[in-house]
């Protein structure tokens, strides 16, 4: 061989030992390198490790508690069947609810009774309508009786008188029963008030079994000293202005009773001057009814007074002893056709 082959053997012969040197050197850094690492990591987990008495026991394993649990939905139950309540009885309404109940229940009961009667007196004016025409007949004004007129003025006062009778007796009594009744209902509807009072109502008194304002009372007080009779009571009212046109020089002849109706009667006189008429004495006569316990007077309805010409009626009868105080039966001359 030549020596330059020989020695280019020999540079790679020495080349290749320096490359195994190298990589035996790179081998034996990384296995340094390693045990560092694995020094330094075993430090570290020997210093954050906690002693062995400071170290968690294991949890022994419970079973959750039903409050940590989530609410199971409960199955739905159909509600009990209850029995239906007994009602309660209702209260007592109150007191106003009364009142107003009462009062309505006697407004239906009094315009059931005295439409009868309210309707008879419609009827009753119609009828003395007709009768006034007729006395004015009798008594025409402004006229003077001739002695031929007088003679039978007598006789045409008579048969008026009769006619007059069948006519105003029944309607006295309707009338007088009338205000009985509607006093009766009157009396009922202030015991009402009475029993269930509101404020800025009148007191009432008691007077007898009549319920009374203050002013009613002595108002009757007053009424039963002047008219204790009934005469006294047809006296005063002939000084009325709608008795004295009709009426001069009245002189009192008695007091007739009806038979049907004690507390009616009819109080007769006899008189100067009956509608300007004086030259005979024409007899007249009132109808008087007691209400509230005093003698009154009887309006007949449509009618301008009370008063009414003629005798008084036949059927009624002198007033008994000791049933119309005061008076004194000199009714025969009254009754004298």
Known sequence: RTPEAAGSDEAFRAARRASHVAL?????????????????????VATRQAPADQVAQPTPWEPPSVAALPPRPEPAVPPPVLPEPVPEPEPPPPTNQQRETRLTELREREQKELAPWLAKLEKHKQALAALSAKEDALFPKGTKFNKKQLATFASRLAKFAKEQELIVVPIARDVARLARAQEEHLQARRRILRDH?????PQWELVGELLL????????????????TPRAAATDYLKSEAAAALVQGPFYLGTLQDPADPALVAVAYRTQSYRGQTAVEIPVYLFLHQWRGVWTVVDLPGRAAAVL????????????????????SRVAAAGAR
């Open 309 to 328: 010409p003629g005798a008084p009626p036949g059927t009624y009868q002198p007033a008994a002893a000791g049933r119309v105080p005061g008076e004194q």
């Open 24 to 44: 035996l050197g790179l081998f034996i850094t990384g296995c340094v390198i390693d045990v560092v690492l694995l020094i330094v990591l075993s430090v570290v």
């Open 197 to 201: 009072p509101e404020p800025g109502e």
């Open 213 to 228: 304002t203050p002013e009613e009372a002595l108002d009757l007080e007053q009424r039963r000293l002047r008219f204790a």
